[in-house]
């Protein structure tokens, strides 16, 4: 199986702080890897070095054969990359229905495509005219996601996307997340739900301290309570 993205020695600086020392890793195409760690362990720091927003100091980013370590965010996107972060990314002033045309590049909406993503986010097919602005956390989460989805991507980049969200809405966020990756992308999720990444995931790398500390399959960690202690400091079950 050939990867989709690689990372090779990257290091990040941000003023004066030191984020990433070294990371080193890899996302197998058509899979989907979850990138756990505690909280501040530079998770997405990693995340937006990938999408140029976060420029590494040093090392190699390699997309689909391309190297992307120093070219401009938008001229990332155009090679097949969604963003995902987690703040949210929302025009506040502008419609949901306008939020999904400026994120469609290839012109219009996919109508097909559109009534795809309301069966997993029925609220924005509601508010479809509302301004994104008054959605609550939850809807403009879920707007977000629909923003990187409206079109098909190469590689999804997702930051903490169960955030603010209702349970059902989750289990509606897993289906939309495996129908994605049936459909051909390539996904690399940042995720503190670990029943979440349990059932997404395919693999798993770990980050302690700016660095790569653990990589596997998915269901290994999961199995391994006393890995995810070591790991994470939370066992499966204090996840769920």
Partial sequence: MSDMLTLTGVHTHIAQYHILHGVDLNVPEGQITMLLGRNGAGKTTTLRTIMGLSPPSSGT??????????????????????????????????????????????????????????????????????????????????????????????????????KGLAPAIVVNLIECLAEVKKRGATILLV?????????????????????????????????????QEKLLGLSLEAHQ
């Fill in 61 to 162: 980013i390699t997309l689909a054969g391309q190297r992307t370590e120093k070219k401009l965010t938008p001229d990332i996107a155009t090679l097949g990359v969604g963003y995902v972060p987690e703040t949210m990314s929302v025009f506040s002033d502008l419609t949901v229905k306008e939020n999904l045309i400026l994120a469609a590049r290839e012109g219009p909406l996919d109508d097909t495509r559109l009534q795809w993503i309301f069966g997993f986010f029925p609220a924005l097919k509601r508010f479809w005219l509302s301004r994104a602005g008054s959605l609550s956390g939850g809807q403009k989460q879920m707007l977000s996601i629909a923003r990187a989805i409206v079109e098909p991507r190469k590689l999804l980049l997702i930051d903490e996307p169960t």
């Fill in 191 to 227: 995720e503190q739900n670990f029943r979440v990444a349990q059932e997404v995931g395919d693999n798993v790398l770990v980050m302690d301290n700016g660095k790569i500390v653990h990589r596997g399959a998915m269901a290994d960690l999961a199995k391994d309570t006393s890995l």
